[in-house]
């Protein structure tokens, strides 16, 4: 069909030429266009929306075959860890009456992190197990000091040693007094950041430490000490996960069902010791507004809740910033619930403040303490006794941002601090006169921002139901448009080969 303007005599017609076809056909065909146009908008503004919301979450849950294991079995977007360490500025004036401990935060030191799915193996119940193995790369270009800047901090093996050792009687604590002293122990020790990072370094106490293997000393591996000695590359670390893959039941996806084989960690008692939430990696779809996401990090051998705060958009995508609160690190005092984060053999007078978690438990008895950076939000008495301490809540705040309609993290800011508690002990010559203070070890900060070839697929998700909608709105406009055109024509006659037209 075309439609012609003829105009004669000042009059407007309008004909349509159509030689094959009678009156009637025309209507027939006009109409039934703008019925399928109408039927076709209608069911893209009733039916699409829900349909493609269900064609999304149909293809989100795990298995080997799904677009989303691609995305889950390496990180699909450049993570980095950044690591701060801390100088210890006046280790040699600790027993000068009056002089704080300083230290000076120095770094980051970043590394680019690849992490790969190890051992993956598929259960008929739906869930699925794997180790997580991380490569670390250091990023000289993106780091703030290199790594071989000296670095004093507190000398572990022995302050480790002396804490198992510290209630003994005292003829075994003479012991090891002069054990120590004969063989490399001291408070505080130089080494490059490196060294105290990955690399590792050898340490006398250390070596003979491995050797005798008793009781004084605690467990010992290895005569070289680094925080993350023997880690990049290593599968085992952080444990054997077993996660649901969502299959089912979408509510579940991602949710860990087991670490290491059990639902609880062993290290703190009742609800403090259960593993649950997500290894970060996979989260579940829509999301509730009020609703807070867990995750739970080997490292810090607890779980973290983080609560929403608000708002945000990252990289034109609308999503909702989770943080982790104020009472995270707390022992009870704020948050009875909290209690089970007191190791049982200090409860119920001897609880950490709140704002520390004790890595005790988990650290083989270790006096280490997990906690916002620079004991952000922690009881003054963790930073009263030194300096150096420089809370900054844009900075330390360990947030995630997420799409809560896909369950799509967009950025990612893991701030923890570890710091070690050092106590005066009498009968051991390096901790003799020594303050009570704690000292701040490292910060480690994951953070990872969705790239823009990620972010428009994400958009493109989201969008989907709204661009059908839209569709089906432009279809029933052209449906009304070209129904008006027939009724139009029907009314005034002006069908071509109409009869009381051509007259």
Not at 56 to 74: F, G, N
Not at 192 to 205: I, K, R, V
Not at 278 to 305: F, G, M, Q
Not at 406 to 417: E, R, S
Request: charge should be negative; include cysteine; aromatic fraction near 12%.
């Amino acid at each position: 069909w075309t439609f012609r303007v003829h105009f004669s005599s000042g009059r407007q017609s309008v004909k349509m030429c159509c030689r094959c076809c009678g009156v009637t056909q025309q209507k027939v065909w006009v109409f039934l266009l703008a019925a399928i146009f109408l039927g076709l908008g209608l069911l893209f503004v009733i039916w699409w929306p829900d349909y493609i919301n269900d064609i999304v979450y149909e293809i989100l849950p795990l298995s080997p075959c799904s677009r989303t294991y691609d995305k889950w079995s390496v990180n699909p977007i450049p993570v980095y860890l950044h690591m701060y360490l801390f100088n210890w500025t006046n280790a040699d004036q600790v027993r000068v009456k009056g002089v704080k401990p300083n230290f000076q935060e120095v770094g980051p030191f970043v590394y680019s992190e690849v992490k790969t799915k190890e051992d993956v193996t598929w259960y008929t119940n739906k869930t699925v197990s794997f180790y997580g193995k991380r490569v670390w790369h250091f990023e000289p270009e993106m780091s703030g000091a290199p790594l071989d800047a000296p670095i004093t901090g507190p000398h572990i093996p022995s302050l480790a040693a002396s804490n198992v050792i510290r209630d003994e009687p005292k003829f075994i604590k003479t012991a090891f007094n002069l054990a120590l002293n004969s063989n490399g122990g001291a408070l505080y020790q130089t080494h490059t950041a490196g060294e105290w990072l990955f690399d590792g370094f050898y340490d006398q106490f250390l070596d003979y430490a491995l050797k005798l293997n008793n009781s004084m000393t605690g467990t010992i591996n290895s005569n070289r000490f680094a925080w993350f000695l023997d880690r990049n590359g290593t599968k085992e670390f952080e444990g054997l996960f077993t996660i649901h893959t969502g299959q089912g039941d979408i509510e579940k996806m991602g949710m860990i069902q087991f670490w290491n084989g059990s639902n609880h960690t062993g290290f703190y008692e009742g609800e403090c010791g259960i593993v649950n939430g997500s290894t970060a990696d996979l989260w579940k779809p829509n999301l509730e507004p009020e609703e807070h996401i867990t995750v739970y990090i080997t490292d810090t051998c607890r779980i973290i809740n983080l609560v929403p705060s608000g708002e945000t958009e990252v990289r034109g995508i609308k999503a909702t910033r989770y943080v982790a609160a104020p009472d995270t690190y707390d022992n009870g005092q704020r948050d009875p619930n909290m209690k089970c984060y007191c190791p049982k053999d200090k409860q119920p007078d001897n609880c950490p403040a709140s704002g520390a978690t004790d890595l005790g438990p988990c650290a083989e008895g270790l006096p280490m303490y997990l906690s916002h950076p620079h004991f952000m939000y922690a009881d003054e008495s963790y930073a009263s006794t030194l300096t150096g301490m420089n809370p900054d809540y844009e900075k330390h705040q360990f947030f995630i941002i997420m799409e809560r309609k896909l369950g799509i993290p967009l950025q990612v800011n893991a701030n923890v601090m570890v710091s070690l508690l050092i106590k005066n002990d009498s009968d051991i010559t390096i901790l003799r006169d020594v303050p009570e203070f704690y000292a701040p070890l490292f910060v480690t900060s994951s953070k990872a921002v969705i790239d823009k070839e990620l972010a428009k697929s994400v958009k493109l998700l989201l969008n989907l139901p709204s661009i059908g909608l839209y569709v089906g709105i432009s279809f029933i406009v052209i449906g009304v448009v070209i129904a008006s055109i027939g009724v139009f024509l029907t009314v005034t006659h002006r069908w071509y080969g109409d009869k009381i037209n051509s007259k």
